[in-house]
Antibody, heavy 120, light 108 residues
């Protein structure tokens, strides 16, 4: 069974930093691209970042470019999101998600999410 | 950016009803649409990919159709466990995917 377990969320002041982790199991992690998707309280889903299987190619949504860094450690079946210069509008539940093998495969499964709250 | 709109934004339905949710893209996206179900406090679950391919384990009362800019998710004979929020998502601009605003289905 595929499992994705996020951790690292919490309350942080504006301008602060957090590092989110996602540990994967139940599938060959190194063979799959991964993404982070967030959901602000009571709002819809927003794609945040993407990383290829080798980690050589990454993408970010414009609002986090230059502040967030996605990375992976295939030896530890882990995905990370380093978040710096956090803003109130970054407050959300952050989900890590496995991507399919093709563009049309969809996103899933997803982890249970970890809540990031940015407030003074 | 490709924008997605969903109609309705919410609906009330009864068990056994047929529910149709529409998703419209701001540009032609072939069949690069996926549908997700999300229950309160839970992660989204992929229901349909490529506009019409039902994911393994998803009940056959769920179906998707459409191409180009207009897509639909149909739930035949709504069940109690189907009350949730449904999102469409486009992968035409993969990996910079976008989601629709969601449609909340609740009990009448």
């Amino acid at each position: 069974e595929v499992q994705l377990v996020e951790s690292g969320g919490g309350l942080v002041q504006p301008g602060g930093s957090l590092r989110l982790s996602c540990v994967a199991s139940g599938f060959p992690f190194s063979s799959y691209s991964m993404s982070w998707v967030r959901q602000a309280p009571g709002k819809g889903l927003e794609w945040v970042s993407y990383i290829t299987t080798t980690g050589s190619t990454v993408y970010y949504t414009d609002s986090v470019k230059g502040r967030f860094t996605i990375s992976r450690d295939d030896a530890k079946n882990s995905l990370f999101l380093q978040m710096n210069s956090l803003r109130a509008e970054d407050t959300a539940v952050y989900f890590c998600a496995k991507l399919g093998t093709t563009v049309t495969s969809g996103i899933g499964p997803w982890g249970q999410g970890t809540l990031v709250s940015v407030s003074s | 950016d490709i924008q997605l709109t969903q109609t309705p934004s919410s609906l009330s339905a009864s068990v056994g009803d047929r529910v149709i949710i529409t998703c419209r893209a701001s540009q032609y996206i072939i069949t690069f649409v996926n549908w997700y179900q999300q229950k309160p406090g839970k992660a989204p679950k992929l229901l349909i990919s490529g506009a019409s391919s039902l994911q393994s384990g998803v009940p056959s009362r769920f179906s998707g159709s459409g191409s180009g800019t207009d897509f639909t998710l149909t739930i035949n004979s709504l069940q109690p466990e189907d009350f949730a929020t449904y999102y469409c998502q486009q992968s035409y601009s993969f990996p910079r995917v976008t989601f629709g605003p969601g449609t909340k289905v609740d009990i009448k």
